[in-house]
């Protein structure tokens, strides 16, 4: 059975800006719909989320869950499990739009013998040709962290605790419509008591270059506060360009979205109790504040 599991977006103001993509293994979030897939073509795919329970792998990097082959057995002889992660080329919707992804990084640890293989590989063109970048990066790409060149990964051994992978994508290269990252971990014949491959906190980020936006808190009032989710935006300004309004819940987690706030500036928040954030976007302007549903 294929399972699929979560993206969380947050958003980020600035004369450069970067929206950021993190996927957590966690129980309690919903937006898993596309993002990552256990490849069932392989019968006895080890790769599970939950709670490790092993002899090296005693806990996620953010507890308590990560991607694991298995959470509590060693892996087996003869065995190759595969996960693929797919991440949209350009992020749509967002204000303004973001331009393309810049970079990819994950926490991992590797407990594996001599004759495991471990690849993690690309593909711009949906799967039809695939690069094991550890060996080649494909065009575009390189081992760099913020700007400064890093070595390359090796995942030939194993690791001592947790180790950071991180490589960057040119941001104003050619986009494509999805950019697929395919994680391979295969066994030997050997009979070994090894835990394999964990991996938690795959995070990325879209660039972009906009106008840079200045927060004013004084850009709105709303009303009442707290609410049954029935809310009043008001602004003394008048735009050429209709505003964008994103709540956000406590975690981080982009709950709501519009660009169509109506011309009275009723808003009609279907969420359930709790503490928000709300976030008032114009061309050049933002504003924060905290809001609070209580039905």
């Not at 709303?222 to 935006?233: C, M, T």
């Not at 011309?263 to 928000?276: E, F, I, K, R, V």
């Amino acid at each position: 059975m294929k399972k699929l599991f979560t993206l969380i977006f947050c958003f980020v103001s600035a004369c450069v800006n970067g929206q950021v993509g993190w996927i957590n293994f966690d129980p309690g979030f919903s937006d898993y719909h596309t993002f990552i897939s256990i490849d069932t073509n392989f019968h006895n795919n080890i790769w599970q989320v939950g709670k490790p329970n092993k002899t090296v792998f005693t806990s996620a990097f953010s507890a308590p869950y990560a991607i694991v082959t298995d959470t509590l057995n060693p892996y087996p002889v003869n065995d190759t499990s595969v996960f693929i992660l797919k991440i949209p080329g350009v992020l749509a919707g967002y204000v303004p739009a973001p331009f393309s992804v810049n970079d990819i990084s994950f926490k991992y640890q590797l407990d594996i013998d001599s004759g495991t293989t471990v690849t993690l590989e690309i593909s711009e063109d949906s799967g039809a040709h695939w690069t094991n970048i550890i060996d080649s990066l494909p065009e575009y790409y390189s081992w760099t962290e913020f700007g400064v060149p890093i070595d390359t990964p090796n995942l030939k051994v194993s690791t001592a605790g947790w180790t950071s992978f991180y490589v960057s994508r040119e941001p104003f290269s050619a986009v494509p419509d999805s950019i697929l990252f395919r994680f391979t971990f295969i066994s030997d014949s050997n009979h070994v008591s090894r835990d394999g491959w964990i991996i938690d906190d795959i995070i990325y980020h879209y660039y972009y270059e906009s106008v840079l936006q200045t927060q004013n808190d004084n850009l709105i009032t709303l009303y009442p506060n707290p609410s049954k989710g029935n809310i009043f935006i008001h602004s003394e300004k008048q735009y050429q360009e209709e505003p964008t309004v994103i709540v956000y819940n406590t975690k981080g987690q982009e709950v709501y979205k519009t660009n169509n706030l109506a011309s009275t500036g009723y808003l009609n928040l279907p969420l359930p109790d709790g503490t928000y954030t709300l976030k008032y976007v114009t061309k050049d302007e933002y504003c924060v504040k905290r809001i609070i549903i209580a039905k």
